[in-house]
């Protein structure tokens, strides 16, 4: 089975603290996707990857910024957190093409900012 | 731009009743349409999807989805729901060379 990891299921800080948020994968997948659940928005893409040192912005990538130094590996980091990243992230990762290959997701990370 | 829409936000429903879970789209160009399920304290989970081929698609727990070109929909549905299928449910939809875009969600209710 695909595993998906990201390094806290909870997590709280306060404004203006610099967040990271790590994912790892175990299935070699080249795909990795960065995203915030918010009720009532569904999932919107903040940043993926391709491959190795490479990452493309997703929709809503202001205030974040990512870092793939390896396959298995994906960090999304938040700068400066604000109130308003108070939110549900979730990390996937896929084979390509993505188009027709379904993610696999870790557990989330519910991230609050105080 | 692509998008999704799921009109309910909630959808209850005896168990052992038929459950339908409603996904209407809009993209440019052919479709290809993704079922996640998200139970509580837990990830997505991929339940079924459409590339091409027949609009009848079968899917995990017993779950199937008919997509409709006409009708730009992509509706889930199961024919006797249980307990244990309450959850968040995402219709997501992706054409090529764009992202993957989720729908708001549909919480389901089976009681008892």
């Known amino acids: 089975d695909v595993k998906v990891t990201q390094s806290s299921r909870y997590l709280v800080k306060r404004t203006g603290e610099k967040v990271f948020l790590e994912c790892v994968q175990d299935?070699?997948?080249?795909?990795m996707f960065w995203y915030r659940q918010d009720p009532g928005l569904g999932l919107r893409l903040i940043y993926f990857?391709?491959?190795?040192?490479?990452?493309e912005k997703g929709d809503i990538p202001e205030g974040y910024s990512v870092s793939r130094e390896k396959k298995e590996r994906f960090s999304l980091i938040l700068e400066s957190a604000s109130t308003n990243q108070t939110s549900m992230y979730l990390c996937?990762?896929?084979?390509?093409?993505?188009?027709?290959?379904?993610?696999?997701f870790g557990p989330g990370t519910r991230l609050t900012v105080l | 731009a692509q998008s999704v829409a799921q009109p309910e936000d909630q959808v209850n429903v005896a168990e052992g009743n038929p459950l339908t879970v409603k996904c209407t789209y809009s993209?440019?160009?052919?479709?290809?349409l993704f079922w996640y399920v998200q139970y509580p304290n837990r990830g997505l989970q991929f339940l079924l999807k459409?590339?091409?081929?027949?609009?009848l698609v079968k899917g995990s727990y017993g779950f199937e989805a008919e997509f409709n070109k006409s009708q730009t929909s992509f509706h889930l549905k199961k024919p006797s729901a249980l307990v244990s299928d309450s959850a968040l449910y995402f219709c997501?939809?992706?054409?090529?060379?764009?992202?993957?875009?989720f729908g708001g969600g549909t919480r389901v209710l089976v009681k008892p």
């Open positions: 997501a939809v992706q054409a090529a060379g764009n992202k993957l875009t």
């Open positions: 990857s391709y491959d190795v040192k490479m990452k």
């Open positions: 996937a990762s896929s084979f390509p093409p993505e188009t027709y290959n379904e993610q696999f």
């Open positions: 459409y590339i091409t081929g027949d609009n």
């Open positions: 299935m070699d997948h080249e795909n």
């Open positions: 993209v440019s160009g052919n479709p290809y």
